[in-house]
């Protein structure tokens, strides 16, 4: 099999198009062209997203910095993908993951079924789980795909009772150990006719069960990215389908942020991440792999096996791109010998989709009363960061949030609180998202940064433990380009050298006593050692407290009015050097 990576006039501008050497004179001609389109990382953004999470980088300013485009809007992207389906009657449309989960409150509200439903309007054939997708459970996932009333709050319409996805969800690489089988399928074969068939294996990375809670994970295990991809390449194969698509959760990091970088300019691939070494194992007899997990946007040709170039995608996040993937599929040798992939943005200029229109507004109707509830007010954009190694403003209030509502003696006696920043998910923005007035925070706004449920757990650690805490955003599941830093809050200080050494660590003023104990508030997913920190699943004395968006709500009430609104933090308590 040869795979021939186009590189075209139209496709000039695509990040990763590469060319290849031209087919063999001898190839057969007779060939059919495929399109796939593909999302990742939805998250369940079925109204435009705000701040940095809404716009795409398209380039840099003369000062250097980002010039951007507002993007996303399943309103959108309903019509961005209709539109890329005309002339092109052999196409599908697949994901790699997250499509819900860490979602908005207009989705989250009603356990993510108006996403499921969205994304089956829109034409979604069949995804990949990821992490996100167990976030309430494996039994709640089987519920997303086979329909049916939520256990605990019923029907969001009981005239309408959910009927579950119109989209296949793949799990390869999920085991369920007591019945030692997949949870869901593990792969997808798509007949586009006259012979053509596409194989498409699905998995979530082999890593899920650090970023999950756990008990939403109970009983499974989470097998090898490459060991299962290569496994259902042969058992495919053997069905006699030859053309190989993976969709998996897990990605790269590009070296630039511009959504259509080149990756592969000037010879040397400008693409790290857990996804390279991935992609140069998996079996040459697969095609394309599409994936998401890290939020970035590339097209990269990185060499299979056998040294040849074979496509590796990602589009972003939060429905602001696509992937447009264009495949020449040669019917006689029953494979697909070309193909070319370019990201594009969901621009907002573009006529919504009336049905996603009427679902967004059902549901907007439905969740009004508690989303435009007003919670306090702030004097300027509090950013979160699109980077994991660095302290922001946004991770500064949440902790300090929970400090507040743990530090009383009945509630816990906490004396710092620590936040992960793959628990912030957007900005809060000083402009209004509705007609709630600039500066105003809305409980719909706040959960949008908080979508998890989490408890806000308070524990005993040792002052050593505590310093080991910290050097573990640095090593063991969080070195290299894993790296997590902790928010912390007010009155907890620390040096941080060369992004890998930890000093200097102090509570208001004073060093840490590595034999003292102090009491520590985290979320209950921190307190399970998720996000490659076992040592705070090594607490004592838990108290199980509130929920992570109630603290928040509470202390943004409590500290902030019309007259005097919340400053926005400095973000000067980690120091790096």
């Not at 796939?36 to 997203?49: M, Q, S, V």
């Not at 005309?86 to 989250?108: F, K, Q, R």
């Not at 992490?131 to 005239?159: I, K, V, W, Y």
Request: proline content about 6%; overall charge negative.
């Amino acid at each position: 099999m040869k795979r021939l990576l186009l590189a075209t006039a139209a496709a000039a501008l695509v990040a990763g198009t590469a060319l290849a050497q031209p087919a063999s004179a001898g190839r057969p001609h007779d060939l059919a062209d495929l399109q796939i389109l593909a999302i990742n990382d939805f998250h369940g953004n079925l109204e435009p997203p705000t701040g940095s999470s809404g716009r795409v980088i398209i380039g840099k300013n003369p000062d250097g910095t980002d010039q951007t485009v507002n993007a996303g809007g399943v309103e959108y992207l309903a019509t961005h993908l209709k539109n890329a389906r005309v002339g092109n009657p052999n196409t599908t449309t697949v994901g790699a993951g997250d499509l819900i989960g860490a979602s908005p409150l207009l989705s989250a509200a009603f356990h993510d079924e108006p996403s499921i439903d969205a994304l089956g309007d829109l034409g979604l054939e069949a995804t990949a789980v990821g992490n996100h997708e167990f976030d309430e459970g494996a039994a709640e996932l089987l519920r997303m795909q086979g329909g049916g009333c939520h256990p605990t709050d019923g029907c969001a319409d009981p005239a309408a009772p959910f009927k579950g996805a119109k989209f296949q969800y793949l799990a390869a690489n999920v085991v369920d150990t007591k019945a030692d089988k997949t949870v869901l399928p593990p792969y997808w074969v798509k007949d586009f006719g006259n012979g053509a068939k596409v194989g498409f294996i699905g998995m979530t990375l082999h890593g899920t069960p650090d970023i999950v809670t756990k008990s939403g994970i109970a009983g499974l295990s989470f097998t090898d990215e490459v060991v299962t991809a290569n496994h259902y390449v042969s058992e495919l194969r053997l069905q006699g389908v030859m053309a190989i698509v993976v969709l998996l959760h897990e990605g790269g990091l590009p070296a630039s942020n511009v959504y259509n970088y080149d990756c592969n300019a000037g010879g040397n691939l400008g693409l790290s991440g857990p996804i390279v070494d991935i992609a140069k194992k998996l079996s040459p007899s697969i095609d394309l792999v599409i994936t998401g997990h890290t939020h970035q946007s590339y097209a990269c040709s990185i060499p299979d096996p056998m040294g040849r170039p074979r496509m590796v995608t990602s589009a972003g996040s939060f429905g602001r791109e696509y992937t447009d993937v264009r495949l020449k599929f040669d019917l006689d040798k029953n494979d697909i010998v070309q193909v070319a992939a370019q990201n594009k943005i969901v621009t907002r200029d573009v006529p919504k989709d009336p049905a996603a229109t009427a679902l967004v507004a059902k549901y907007k109707t439905l969740i009004a009363p508690i989303a435009n509830r007003k919670l306090g007010f702030i004097a300027g954009d509090v950013p979160r960061s699109l980077s994991s190694i660095v302290e922001t403003p946004l991770g500064d209030m949440i902790a300090d949030a929970q400090l507040a509502a743990t530090s009383a003696p009945d509630k816990g006696g906490a004396q710092i609180a620590f936040m992960n920043p793959g628990g912030i998910r957007a900005d809060l923005t000083f402009a209004q998202s509705g007609s709630e007035g600039n500066g105003v925070v809305t409980y719909g706004e706040a959960f949008t940064v908080q979508p998890f449920n989490n408890y806000v757990d308070t524990v005993s650690l040792t002052g050593a433990q505590i310093v080991t805490v910290l050097n573990q955003q640095f090593t063991g599941a969080n070195a290299g380009t894993g790296k997590k830093v902790l928010q912390v809050s007010t009155g907890f200080t620390y040096t941080v050298t060369g992004l890998s050494t930890v000093s200097d660590v102090r509570l208001n003023g004073v060093p840490l006593d590595p034999a003292a104990t102090y009491r520590v508030s985290i979320n209950s997913f921190l307190a399970d050692g998720g996000d490659g920190f076992p040592e705070l699943a090594k607490h004592t004395n838990k108290l199980v407290g509130p929920l992570d968006i109630d603290t928040f709500a509470a202390y943004l009430a409590a500290n902030s009015s019309a007259e005097n609104p919340y400053p926005v933090p400095a973000a000067k308590r980690i120091t790096f050097q």
